[in-house]
């Protein structure tokens, strides 16, 4: 019989060839009915089906389940696929809302617990506008540019005559009793421009790193991460001043263009650069980054990564030298040595141990301790050179420094979790 591998012992009710043609007919009308239903519910786009025939199996026992599946697949309910879209709008829906409550929601209530909550106990004749210029118009301050311009922007705003100005002054019109204290002539429109500011700074900055590490790590971690980044931000607020969260936002956007690289991220790595080095000297740690993240590339000398970190600390230091340049040289470069008090208060030195406590708890949940440990190295001469001519209880100088090791402990992909920030897999 033609088409049909002869088998001994066959059972006596095997397929004639008529039956077998009859039941192939059939099977191929079904298949092209099912293909006509699939390409009207999809806009009329064909649908080709490919059937193979071998001689040496018989029909029942290979193409049968093969067509109850193409068949079954093609014929599911309308309402349950639209029922599956549904479900998947609802999970886009609550992944859009968990992100904006950890993006948004949760470093607002950090901050405002921060500014309102406590109050700080620290910077006194701030918050007015004479007194703020005062104090951040001369001596080291007056080089960090775009912090003080744009809160005092942001002071205009909430004393201009806007709608929402108006409940901006109706809802910050009471200050914080240790506020009234530390200036007596304090501002609450000017005290509500620091919570403003810097809240908003704080956002940007927690949006900035939840994109840093999404994607490489599960989403419980994502969160846990963004939460702790916010709070290390948020708490070391307790010396209010116009630059920090800004300069926190343009590190991190440092961070993330040397960790997720394209065509023109150098470019956009450039002005963040210029902009950030504008905003405070933390800027340096831009240049320690990516020395860490790069460090095997250099270490071979290739030139692609040798010429990027050459132009990148150009830029560097012809932003700082030009602005010495045209603001003067007045405490260009530090205010006044701090090492003897540093080391004589137990504040300070609470300050200083702050560094190794917090660095050491992130360095330990890293799998990435040779980037982390070569970061620390290659910023040693920021957090140094902090120790001795700042205040080092002033912690909120350390949280550059850590932000780089969250980003190298949950930012840098790992080979055993997944790219969409799934549950850790092993892979071959």
Request: hydrophobic share 45%; charged share 15%; with cysteine.
């Amino acid at each position: 019989m033609t088409g049909v591998a002869y088998r001994p012992n066959a059972p006596s009710r095997a397929r004639t060839e008529a039956s077998r043609e009859s039941d192939f007919d059939a099977d191929q009308e079904a298949l092209k009915v099912s293909g006509q239903d699939k390409a009207a519910e999809t806009g009329g786009r064909a649908s080709t089906i490919r059937c193979h025939i071998r001689d040496d199996v018989p029909y029942g026992q290979l193409h049968r389940p093969a067509v109850s599946r193409v068949a079954s697949r093609a014929s599911q309910p309308r309402e349950r696929r639209g029922l599956a879209r549904r479900w998947g709008n609802e999970s886009m829906t609550k992944k859009t809302l968990h992100i904006l409550m950890l993006t948004v929601a949760f470093p607002f209530l950090v901050s405002s617990i921060v500014y309102f909550g406590f109050g700080t106990n620290y910077t006194g004749r701030v918050f007015h506008e004479s007194g703020f210029r005062s104090q951040y118009e001369s001596g080291i301050y007056k080089y960090r540019v775009l912090g003080r311009q744009s809160l005092l922007e942001t002071y205009r705003f909430i004393n201009s005559k806007s709608t929402g100005a108006r409940h901006l002054r109706r809802a910050f019109a009471h200050l914080p009793a240790g506020v009234s204290v530390l200036d007596k002539d304090a501002d609450p429109a000017f005290y509500a421009a620091y919570f403003v500011h810097n809240t908003f700074f704080l956002v940007v900055s927690c949006v900035i790193l939840y994109f840093i590490v999404a994607g490489t790590v599960a989403r419980a971690t994502v969160s846990s991460t963004v939460m702790t980044g916010a709070l290390l931000m948020g708490v070391t607020q307790y010396v209010v001043c116009p630059y920090d969260t800004m300069s926190y936002s343009f590190l991190l956007l440092s961070y993330l263009l040397i960790i997720r690289p394209f065509r023109f991220s150098l470019l956009m790595l450039i002005f963040v650069l210029i902009a950030s080095t504008a905003t405070r000297e933390s800027a340096a740690l831009t240049l320690s980054f990516f020395f860490a993240h790069h460090y095997a590339d250099l270490a071979l000398l290739k030139r692609r990564e040798l010429r990027q970190l050459s132009l990148l600390t150009g830029v560097f230091v012809v932003t700082y030298g030009l602005l010495r340049v045209f603001i003067g040289f007045d405490e260009a470069i530090f205010a006044d040595m701090r090492l003897i008090a540093n080391l004589s208060s137990f504040y300070s030195l609470l300050g200083i141990m702050a560094m190794p406590i917090v660095s050491y708890l992130i360095v330990t949940l890293s799998s990435n301790k040779r980037k982390c440990m070569l970061f620390l190295l290659a910023s040693s001469p920021y957090w140094l050179s902090t120790m001795i001519i700042a205040r080092s209880w002033e912690i909120r100088l350390w949280v550059p420094v850590w932000l780089g090791l969250i980003c190298f402990t949950r930012g840098v992909p790992n080979k055993g979790v997944q790219a969409t920030g799934g549950s850790p897999v092993t892979r071959a």
